[in-house]
């Protein structure tokens, strides 16, 4: 199953990160994993129109705050990221690290290039620029379903004990 400091990820591996991610409902905005290796992840969330956030931004045409659209960013380019890179590191399953919590520590360059409606999908890539000591660096780009760029930025991620 291992080879290198890489994983065979299947569905059950990506389920298994996402279970890990601390955050919880209302409060999780990771739906899937679509594919994920040692330089890369892409992720998607679908922003449900019954979301806790809406009635009060804005009353009458809600769209999608720009610090979710960060957290759902950090959610899945730095926490699930994260704790996939450590798995591979440690040559262990996620779920059996000592070490399983992956937290979102900074954000450098956000810039935001459009809006994000209720019941809109959006799709997250994460690079890697380096994962060392247990911080993680990733270029991280949100995206509509047809590609068009909504926001993209620096995000960083350190691992901590559970």
Known sequence: MLTGVSMEVDEGLKQEIISMVPQQAPFRFIDEIMSLDEENIIGAYRFKEDEFFYPGHFPGRPITPGVILIETMAQ?????????????????????????????SSVDGVEFRGIVAPGERVIVKGKKNYFRRGVLKVETTMERENGEIVCLGTLTGVMADK
């Open 76 to 104: 899945i380019g730095a926490t699930a990221f994260g704790i996939y890179l450590m798995a591979c590191q440690k040559k262990m399953r996620p779920t059996a690290l000592d070490k399983a919590l992956s937290l979102f």
